[in-house]
């Protein structure tokens, strides 16, 4: 029977090409001011080089494009990675959660660096809903997904053991290959606009699927391992 639902956070209860899109307006901004282009042509550029595949080095790359030196890249990144996100929740997320909350312990277990995803947290105003928040980076960046550290400590903190949680990720790799070897089911949400959501993966025929949160009563059910189910 499952007692507890475990969620990453990026692509998952939220769209994480957002965070970008405001990091990028910030530096753009940065840049205009220092005379280099219009803040629009910036951040354009910043996304084209993002979004079109190449997610490392964006600033490095930019740098080039934009002509402004490389010994300003170490300072950009600073910046993206402080500023405060203007994110918001996935359109189905709240309603779920709060539905969730009421039969569920509930847990969030996500990768990243530990500042940048506090700020996450603190912008989607999510964190009434957990009872457990597990950052893997606060145990060090070895232990971020698909370490099973940060999700056996999820369970430990919601007094379940594995066998009583499932997990809900986007990332075949770090969520689903982690929430298994972990010893819990997992459940991967394909999210439109979600960077893994139209990727396939060896194994994904064997893996639940969902495309938003008002999917996952009815799957839970299905497999019969609902508060209500056999």
Same mark, same amino acid.
């Given at each position: 029977?499952?007692?507890?639902?475990?969620?990453?956070?990026?692509?998952?209860? /939220?769209?994480?090409?957002?965070?970008?899109?405001?990091?990028?307006?910030?530096? !753009?901004?940065?840049?205009?001011?220092?005379?280099?282009?219009?803040?629009?042509?910036?951040?354009?550029?910043?996304?084209?080089?993002?979004?079109?595949?190449?997610?490392?080095?964006?600033?490095?790359?930019?740098?080039?494009?934009?002509?402004?030196? !490389? *010994?300003?890249?170490?300072?950009?990144?600073?910046?993206?990675?402080?500023?405060?996100?203007?994110? !918001?929740? !996935?359109?189905?997320?709240?309603?779920?959660?709060?539905?969730?909350? *009421?039969? /569920?312990?509930?847990?969030?277990?996500?990768?990243?660096?530990?500042?940048?995803?506090?700020?996450?947290?603190?912008?989607?105003?999510?964190?009434?809903?957990?009872?457990?928040?597990?950052?893997?980076?606060?145990?060090?960046?070895? %232990?971020?997904?698909?370490?099973?550290?940060? %999700?056996? &400590?999820?369970?430990?903190?919601?007094?379940?053991?594995?066998?009583?949680?499932?997990?809900?990720?986007?990332?075949?790799?770090?969520?689903?290959?982690?929430? /298994? *070897?972990?010893?819990?089911?997992?459940?991967?949400?394909?999210?439109?606009?979600?960077? /893994? *959501?139209?990727?396939?993966?060896?194994?994904?025929?064997?893996?639940?699927?969902?495309?938003?949160? &008002?999917?996952?009563?009815?799957?839970?059910?299905?497999?019969?391992?609902?508060?209500?189910?056999?």
């Amino acid at each position: 029977m499952i007692r507890a639902i475990l969620f990453d956070l990026d692509d998952t209860l /939220y769209i994480e090409g957002d965070f970008f899109r405001s990091g990028f307006a910030i530096v !753009a901004a940065i840049l205009e001011a220092r005379g280099i282009a219009p803040a629009a042509e910036a951040c354009a550029i910043l996304e084209s080089i993002h979004f079109g595949g190449q997610r490392e080095g964006v600033f490095d790359r930019a740098a080039v494009r934009l002509d402004f030196p !490389a *010994s300003w890249v170490p300072e950009l990144v600073r910046i993206f990675r402080s500023h405060e996100p203007a994110i !918001a929740p !996935a359109r189905d997320v709240p309603a779920a959660l709060e539905r969730l909350h *009421s039969r /569920y312990k509930l847990g969030c277990v996500t990768d990243g660096w530990a500042d940048v995803q506090r700020r996450k947290l603190v912008a989607l105003g999510l964190e009434p809903f957990f009872d457990s928040l597990v950052i893997a980076d606060d145990k060090g960046r070895a %232990f971020w997904k698909p370490h099973t550290l940060p %999700f056996l &400590t999820c369970c430990q903190q919601l007094g379940v053991v594995p066998e009583e949680a499932v997990f809900v990720g986007d990332n075949p790799e770090r969520d689903v290959r982690g929430a /298994y *070897s972990s010893g819990m089911a997992c459940i991967r949400i394909r999210r439109h606009l979600g960077y /893994y *959501s139209a990727k396939d993966f060896p194994g994904d025929d064997a893996v639940a699927e969902i495309t938003d949160l &008002t999917e996952l009563d009815a799957l839970l059910q299905r497999q019969g391992c609902t508060e209500e189910g056999p």
